[in-house]
Every structure is written in structure tokens, then in C-alpha cells.
């Protein structure tokens, strides 16, 4: 697997970075939790698990893979076991997970 940047294009990145600082102040906000630089750290590399995964093995679009993010980083968090979306059709923001 090549390196993180690889799943994005440059013109990307923000998109994606933004996406993952929304989803983890969104669940640091949710959970009540004390902001620290570990807890962060730890969120983001959840996040870039995720990602990885979504993008670079399943080859899920970008923006499908950002409007999942949120969810996903919640069950990760609380050890609730998921599975990526199976469908092969997909809209944005149809509010299917």
C-alpha cells in the first residue's frame, strides 16, 4: 500500500483534512472527552485507518468515503462492529450508512 496522500489528489487534501478535523471534533464533542494531543492523535489514526481502507482497498469515492467517516469513527470508538456499505449504487448524502 502506498503512503495516505496517494488515495487523494492533490487538489483533495484540505477536503479530506477538514473532513477528518470535523469528524473527530464531532466525537470528542459527542463524548465529552478531554481534548489532548494523544486523544487526538489516536482519533486521527483511526480516521486514517478508515480511509485507507474505504479508499484505497474497497476503491469507494472520495466523497462517499468522507460521508461515512463520522459513523464509522463512532463505531470504531465505541467497539461496535460494522462493515462498510455493500451497495454498489450510492448517492451523496441520501442518508443511508
Do not use: K, N
Amino acid at each position: 500500500m502506498g503512503t495516505f496522500l496517494d488515495l487523494v489528489q492533490q487538489e483533495q487534501v484540505s477536503a479530506v483534512a477538514i473532513a477528518i478535523d470535523r469528524a473527530i471534533a464531532r466525537s470528542l464533542a459527542e463524548d465529552h472527552a478531554r481534548v489532548t494531543g494523544h486523544e487526538i492523535r489516536r482519533r486521527f489514526a483511526i480516521c486514517e485507518r478508515l480511509v485507507r481502507r474505504l479508499r484505497g482497498d474497497l476503491g469507494w469515492g472520495l466523497q462517499r468515503v468522507l460521508d461515512h467517516l463520522p459513523g464509522y469513527l463512532r463505531c470504531e470508538l465505541d467497539g461496535v462492529p460494522w462493515e462498510p456499505d455493500a451497495r454498489t449504487v450510492w448517492a451523496p448524502g441520501d442518508g443511508a450508512t
